[in-house]
């Protein structure tokens, strides 16, 4: 069994594998201030509810990939898989991993490892031209060539980044459920700003997605648009240019390296 973390900067996604199917995955906040004892623990916790994994931390787990945002978090997995899964070997993705996936930006060392992980992911599933769109903290754009090689993108405000600053700005506005609204026009403030958050966050992913197609590709039309992420759904039945959605796509992409990794450890 393959354990893979992804240490979103709002979020973790742990995913177990089987192979290549996923058997099973949780969700949790990311918090910075835990400790490497503290993570085991959490880790203890939930995997000791799993059938196919014995009850002492560790039992059943061959293998373990990690990739993160947090500085911090990182450093504390790290911790985590040598005071706690010494025997199993651990890929954690930093400079110096193989990938699969050469980086043609300014300088690579400052692209978040997860946007990398689901280009790898992306090319393996789908090939290339192949634009990501990841709906997180951040929703990230990023653009894959022909070839398989990422070629950069573009950052934007997440979703829930922006509906708690409208919260905290406006006056008279509050923070409210990220839900789709009756119609676009809405009859209330609630609904007012659901439909700005949605339907607005659809017309970003149409153009955003649109104007790098055309850079990215000859004809456009070659190139397939992935959503992932945990607010992919809110967006997904709006935009007209999303071709698939695969919200496991990080895990995936982990599992891929890990495979590409494990024989060099």
């Not at 503290?38 to 995997?47: D, I, S, T």
């Not at 990939?65 to 911790?79: F, G, K, N, Q, Y």
């Not at 899964?85 to 980086?103: F, M, N, S």
């Not at 980044?161 to 209330?188: D, F, H, T, W, Y």
């Amino acid at each position: 069994m393959l354990l893979t973390i992804d240490v979103g900067n709002t979020h973790t996604v742990l995913g177990l594998f089987d192979g290549e199917d996923i058997v099973e995955h949780w969700r949790i906040s990311t918090d910075a201030r835990r400790t490497a004892d503290e993570l085991a623990v959490l880790l203890q916790g939930l995997m000791g509810m799993h059938p196919l994994l014995g009850e002492e931390l560790g039992d059943g787990i061959d293998g373990i990939a990690i990739c993160a945002t947090v500085p911090s978090v990182l450093h504390e997995l790290r911790e985590v898989t040598r005071r706690y899964y010494g025997d199993v070997p651990a890929v954690l993705v930093e400079p110096g991993v193989k990938t699969g996936v050469p980086i043609l930006t300014d300088n690579p060392k400052e692209v978040g490892a997860d946007r990398i992980i689901n280009a790898v992911a992306a090319v393996e599933l789908f090939g290339g031209p192949a634009i990501v769109v990841d709906f997180g903290t951040a929703t990230t754009f990023d653009a894959v060539s022909k070839r398989g090689e990422y070629v950069g993108g573009v950052i934007a405000p997440g979703i829930e980044i922006s509906v708690e600053a409208l919260g905290v700005k406006g006056a008279q506005l509050r923070k409210i459920e990220v839900a789709r609204p009756r119609s676009v026009i809405g009859k209330n403030t609630v609904e007012a700003m659901q439909a700005g958050i949605v339907y607005g966050f659809a017309g970003q992913v149409d153009g955003v997605v649109s104007r790098m197609a055309r850079e990215l590709a000859d004809d456009p039309e070659d190139v397939r648009v992935i959503a992932t992420g945990g607010l992919a759904p809110m967006v997904l039945g709006e935009s007209s240019v999303i071709d698939e959605h695969q919200p496991w796509l990080t895990l995936i992409g982990l599992r891929l390296v890990y495979e590409r990794n494990v024989s060099r450890l």
